[in-house]
């Protein structure tokens, strides 16, 4: 299984949209599940322009994560990209 992480941000509004994305994930719907949960308990202070959608957001590609099997690291490494990617 894959997760793909996007980023677009609209100057229109100023919002930053972010998606991710769950590939071949059929049989993996409890994990899906444990990394939204952990991304919820990590995610912590966010701005009031942040949007976080399941889905790509007709944006570009910051992070593919390959080889997926700890739901709790998986959550950290993705909540840790997203700050990283608000600070800019």
Request: charged content about 25%; glycine content about 4%; hydrophobic content about 35%.
């Amino acid at each position: 299984m894959t997760i793909e992480l996007s980023y677009r941000y609209s100057h229109l509004d100023k919002a930053h949209y972010f998606g991710i994305v769950f590939h071949d994930a059929e049989h993996w719907e409890y994990y899906v599940r444990w990394v939204w949960y952990y991304m919820g308990k990590k995610i912590g202070k966010v701005p009031k322009n942040f949007r976080l959608y399941p889905y790509n957001y007709e944006s570009k590609i910051l992070k593919m994560y390959k080889n997926c099997n700890d739901a709790e690291r998986q959550a950290t490494l993705l909540v840790n990209k997203i700050h990283h990617q608000l600070k800019k």
